[in-house]
């Protein structure tokens, strides 16, 4: 048999157990199929809690299993998005996103497969936002926030996200787009700029716009080839033979870009190398975003301080308190699944996770309860059950009220002869497993 031979004329004679004998030993070695094949079947019913779950875990993974867990996850929107699922995928798919944008801006990899995946995330994130359109101006917000303050890539096509958008939104981006016009010079936030205009343009189908955007760009054969294409899909013939006609007689010429000055930004960044820290990290921003430079230093020194935190775990709260000063408390978390941290910070940031990511949180909060139990005094018993009384929420949440029910049970034993913590409990409102006899002593 040919190794390109067509298996499923073969495929089709089996009974469904041999195959799914089949299918089941090949997952047993393939964790991407593994993985695909337990979405499906958690996602059967519309529900994307399991996919959620399995972003939760794959950050703590190695490569080749984080992709693999991604792999999975994308075949699951994909597949819901091609049956024409009622359930809101977008708030998933921006997150699959967000994700691997982070893993690859650690990894400073852009290449291979997991590059291959963020693009397929944003093209389904831009479909899951057609099905249902989230807020346009927060979709706005968040293509801006991409393109002038992340990491390079992805690179967002508007024409992908103009439904989603509408006008809303595409006036939201028009007027940040026509603000960093005027008011920059030079540099990243002002070519992300021009390239934004430039899709605007199109978006709108506002040809005379569009030629007069790629008009002012250095002459180049692709810019006038674009051109001619622009004003031959608009019906406009001549004027398309005519500029193909100067182009061909345009000379080509190049000019080295100027040496870049010994500026604030350089001293600042001088000063970051030297000892990377939240302090110089500041200054550092506040002298790249003034000179409009602060994405690449951004990048630059945040993948220092991820070394940092990955050589000794002392430096992983830097980092987190860092990122949390950036404005950006997602990333700030994943820093300290990925790196660790000191208990109070992962208290700190699993507090303001708990509302919208309930599963990610409940394992800090569970070795909160423990710490505060092995005080022994009244005072951390009462906050103990306060505690419980979260992750009972939480549970409920992230529909996992069993896992409570047996974590209480699991640990009422363990501390039963703790008279007062069992009161607290009992007082929270909290109900007590019914094998949980009297305690014999208080302690």
């Known amino acids: 048999m040919s190794p390109h031979s067509d298996l499923r004329p073969y495929l089709r004679t089996l009974d469904a157990e041999t195959l799914a004998d089949l299918l089941h030993a090949q ?128 690179s967002i096509d508007l024409a992908d996200f103009a439904t989603a958008l509408g006008e809303p939104g595409l006036r939201r981006i028009k007027s940040t787009v026509d603000d960093v016009l005027t008011a920059s010079g030079p540099g990243h936030r002002r070519d992300v700029a021009e390239r934004l205009r430039e899709q605007l343009a199109e978006v709108h189908g506002d040809v005379d716009e569009l030629v007069a955007i790629l008009s002012a760009k250095p002459p180049r054969r692709d810019v006038s080839l674009k051109i001619v294409r622009v004003l031959r899909a608009a019906g406009r013939h001549s004027e398309a033979i005519a500029h193909a006609a100067r182009a061909l007689t345009h000379d080509k010429n190049g000019h080295a870009p100027e040496p870049v000055p010994d500026d604030e930004t350089s001293r600042r960044r001088k000063e970051f190398d030297a000892g990377p820290d939240r302090e110089t990290f500041a200054a550092l921003r506040e002298a790249a975003m003034a000179d409009g430079k602060w994405t690449t230093q951004r990048r630059a020194a945040l993948a220092r301080l991820r070394e940092l935190a990955a050589e000794d775990v002392r430096h992983a709260d ?126």
């Not at 990899?109 to 093209?123: K, M, S």
């Open 27 to 154: 997952a047993e070695r393939d964790p991407e199929l593994r993985h695909s094949l337990e979405l499906r079947a958690a996602t059967q019913s519309g529900d994307v809690s399991e996919a959620h779950r399995l972003l939760d875990t794959a950050v703590t993974d190695g490569n080749g299993e984080y992709t693999a867990k991604v792999g999975a996850v994308l075949d699951t929107l994909q597949r819901m998005l091609d049956l024409g699922s009622r359930a809101d995928l977008a708030p998933l798919a921006r997150r699959t996103v967000d994700d691997i944008s982070e893993v690859l801006e650690l990894s400073g990899d852009h290449a291979g497969d997991l590059g291959d995946r963020l693009d397929r995330a944003v093209e389904l994130y831009a479909r899951a936002c057609a099905a249902r359109p989230p807020d346009p101006e927060k979709l706005a917000d968040w293509i801006l926030e991409v393109e002038f303050d992340g990491p390079g890539r992805p």
């Open 318 to 443: 830097e980092l987190a308190r860092v990122l949390l000063d950036d404005g950006r408390p997602d990333e700030a978390w994943r820093a300290c699944v990925r790196f660790g941290a000191s208990p109070e910070l992962k208290l700190e940031l699993a507090e303001r996770r708990a509302a919208e990511h309930p599963a990610e949180t409940i394992p800090v909060f569970r070795e909160h309860v423990e710490e505060l139990i092995e005080r022994k005094d009244p005072q951390a018993y009462q906050e103990a059950a306060r505690r419980l009384k979260l992750l009972r929420t939480l549970h409920k949440r992230a529909d996992t009220s069993d896992e409570f029910t047996a974590h209480l049970a699991t640990l009422v034993e363990t501390h039963r002869r703790k008279t007062r913590l069992i009161t607290e409990i009992r007082a929270a409102r909290i109900a007590l497993p019914k094998a949980v006899s009297s305690p014999r002593a208080p302690r």
